[in-house]
């Protein structure tokens, strides 16, 4: 079955600068790779994600860079704020009746 | 909006009781999840449904079991609660191959 590994586990970066988060996947007919936030005492929440038919993709501040023939995909933040500050999961699925896989995820503090 | 509920945010249970979790959601999903989240091993699947009175074995279904008798309801039973099933509960929904959706989740301390 799928497996995903995500690096690092503990990311502490400056206000302002940019951080990435990587994720590793297994299986190459994995086909959807969503990212969720989760800020401390609430629950994961989506905040981006790509399909495999798109290399990448960006909404203001955050993008996601997906690479098929390696197998990995990654998030990208750049001029982090404290409200960036929280736990980020990503996720592999093949698109059907199987679940998301997470990775363990990335604990992010933002460093004014 | 969608939303996803769950019957409990916090729940202190004594070590050999039964436990149900519940979980409910208003989006007409087909799939319905079970995780446990623990510090450094993210979250963990414990079971799934994809449709009324179906279940899936997740990764970790030993001591747990799951009902799910209508669509937006998915419940998880602890048979018989142990220590080392304190943690916190997770519920989440979705479409096919979609966007899950997540309950604000059930800390469960069992003594």
């Known amino acids: 079955g799928e497996n995903v590994e995500q690096h690092p586990s503990t990311l502490s970066v400056q206000e302002g600068d940019s951080a990435v988060i990587k994720c590793t996947y297994s299986d190459s007919a994995s086909n959807y790779f969503p990212w969720y936030k989760q800020e401390l005492g609430k629950r994961p929440q989506l905040i981006i994600d790509?399909?495999?038919?798109?290399g990448e993709k960006k909404d203001q501040r955050i993008a996601v860079t997906l690479n098929k023939t390696a197998k990995h995909f990654s998030l990208h933040i750049t001029e982090t704020q404290p409200e960036d500050s929280a736990v980020y999961f990503c996720a592999a699925v093949v698109s059907g009746n199987t679940p998301l896989v997470f990775g363990k995820g990335t604990r992010l503090s933002v460093i004014a | 909006d969608v939303k996803v509920t769950q019957s409990s945010r916090y729940l202190v249970k004594r070590t050999g009781e039964k436990v149900f979790l519940e979980c409910v959601q208003d989006?007409?999903?087909?799939?319905m999840f079970w995780y446990r989240q623990d510090p450094g091993l993210g979250l963990r699947l414990i079971y799934f449904s994809y449709d009324v009175k179906m279940k899936e074995k997740g990764d970790i279904p030993e001591g747990y079991s799951v009902s799910r008798e209508k669509k937006e309801r998915f419940s998880l039973i602890l048979e018989s609660a142990s220590t080392n099933q304190t943690s916190m509960y997770l519920c989440?929904?979705?479409?096919?191959?979609?966007?899950?959706?997540f309950g604000p989740g059930t800390r469960l301390t069992v003594l």
């Open positions: 989440a929904s979705s479409d096919l191959g979609r966007e899950q959706f």
């Open positions: 989006m007409d999903h087909e799939n």
């Open positions: 790509i399909r495999s038919n798109v």
